[in-house]
């Protein structure tokens, strides 16, 4: 009877020697349960940003839009190329994080005082948004949370942030989405644009590169902005008129349109200089070549040129720098209104606000020198903002929730081509206020239907 107590002693303790080891390499790898998160089926949000590709340049301003089915209690935070985890939204302790379900909301808002601007190395950032329908932990991390990844594997690191950070208790059930921006590195051999146009979130915008002439002054109908070789990562798609002026002088002007997913290349086989091109700018015609130097581009003596004394004895040298982004087809053809570029685009991403799934998409290895999203700052940074962003002022705060990003809301249903808002349903056609159902084409009042 001894023997077998102590036969059952020594059982005992080496269990207890093989369980603790156990249990300290699990709480040296975080938490076991990490992945066992709880899933509401009835509740679904999304998250996207203002470019349906998700590809970004430095100097890009980044919009991100969410929603929610359904009432909610919404968290969004970020884990940069750096492997930074930074809070979005909400952005300071007093911000009510509570959206409507089925409307849409807008980070930064446009009477938020911040806009978010890409800038830093090359890399992958990913956006994650948490929802559910009961209040549930926000972190303390205002304005940065302090934690870097260190796992291999992204995904896996944030169902662990998840879980550890925001799961108030076992039983509570969320649901979530995802966004990945792909930031590239800014052209090497080309100037950037000096002018910075705001576009809307719901803008559809391409790319273009000027090559020549070298050094000449870059007008877009009629705003100067920069010089050749230039490119411009981000410009509205349709009909664009470009106007180029030499050192000599020369100018040449033309409409181009801009297309999505396709690159516009403007070089010498297109650009050809006279000295008898007129703008239909005033202020362009006034002004013509501007001193880059004098406008924008300081170093600008530093950097390698083309400058001779003469036009004459000019060396026309074409830049033709390897061009690292150009999407789809670069053929550019002339057309009775300008030149366009021309053969099918290839992109094959998903479309702005596509859900994405909340699984795990296996082992991944991601380069710690990656680009991340700043917010530009003329002004104090307040103490609920997130230390990977910047605040730019010209704009109110605002506290409280984020606004809406939908224009008015219709009591009634419009179908196309209606103008004006109805109380009933309208067809296509119709112009005035129905009460009752209108037929197509019909264009009087009606009572009934």
């Not at 899933?39 to 919009?63: A, K, Q």
């Not at 391409?206 to 007008?219: A, C, E, R």
């Not at 609920?384 to 705060?397: F, H, I, P």
């Amino acid at each position: 009877m001894l023997r077998k107590l102590k036969l059952l002693s020594m059982t005992a303790l080496i269990a207890v020697i093989t369980v603790l080891p156990a249990k300290a390499d699990r709480d040296n790898n975080y938490d076991d349960d990490y992945g066992k998160i709880k899933i509401d089926r009835y509740l679904d949000v999304e998250i996207w940003t203002n470019h349906s590709d998700n590809e970004f340049y430095e100097g890009d301003n980044i919009v991100l839009s969410f929603r929610a089915n359904r009432d909610a209690f919404v968290a969004i935070y970020t884990v940069d190329s750096r492997g930074r985890v930074n809070l979005l939204f909400p952005s300071s302790p007093n911000d009510n994080n509570l959206i409507s379900g089925g409307e849409t909301y807008r980070l930064p808002d446009s009477r938020d005082d911040f806009d978010f601007v890409v800038s830093g190395p090359e890399g992958v950032e990913t956006i994650q948004i948490i929802a559910s329908k009961e209040r549930f932990h926000i972190p303390d991390w205002y304005p940065t949370s302090g934690i870097i990844m260190d796992w291999d594997d992204r995904y896996e690191f944030m169902d662990y942030i998840n879980t550890k950070y925001f799961v108030r208790y076992g039983g509570q059930r969320f649901a979530f989405d995802r966004a990945s921006v792909y930031v590239n590195e800014w052209e090497d051999d080309y100037y950037r644009p000096v002018y910075d146009p705001y576009y809307p979130s719901w803008t559809t915008t391409g790319n273009l590169y000027i090559d020549y002439p070298y050094g000449g002054s870059v007008y877009v109908n009629g705003i100067y902005w920069g010089i050749a070789p230039l490119y411009i990562p981000s410009i509205y798609v349709g009909w664009h008129t470009f106007s180029i002026y030499d050192s000599y002088g020369y100018g040449w002007e033309s409409d181009i349109h801009v297309t999505r997913y396709n690159t516009v290349v403007l070089d010498r086989n297109i650009i050809h200089t006279s000295p008898t091109m007129r703008s239909k700018y005033k202020e362009v015609r006034t002004v013509g070549y501007r001193n880059p130097t004098k406008n924008g581009y300081p170093k600008y003596k530093q950097t390698k040129t083309y400058n001779t004394k003469s036009r004459s004895t000019a060396t026309t040298k074409q830049f033709t720098a390897k061009k690292k982004y150009a999407r789809g087809s670069t053929e550019v053809v002339k057309t009775k209104r300008g030149y366009a570029t021309t053969g099918k685009t290839t992109y094959t991403g998903k479309r702005a606000g596509s859900k994405t799934t909340y699984e795990k998409k296996g082992k991944r290895s991601y380069s710690s020198s990656g680009k991340s999203i700043e917010r530009k700052n003329n002004s104090k940074r307040s103490s609920g903002t997130s230390g990977t962003y910047k605040r730019n002022s010209g704009k109110s705060s605002n506290s409280g929730k984020v606004r809406k990003g939908s224009s008015k809301k219709s009591s009634g249903k419009v179908r196309k081509g209606s103008s004006k808002k109805s109380s009933g349903k309208v067809r296509k056609g119709s112009s005035k206020k129905s009460s009752g159902k209108v037929r197509k084409g019909s264009s009087k009042k009606s009572s009934g239907k």
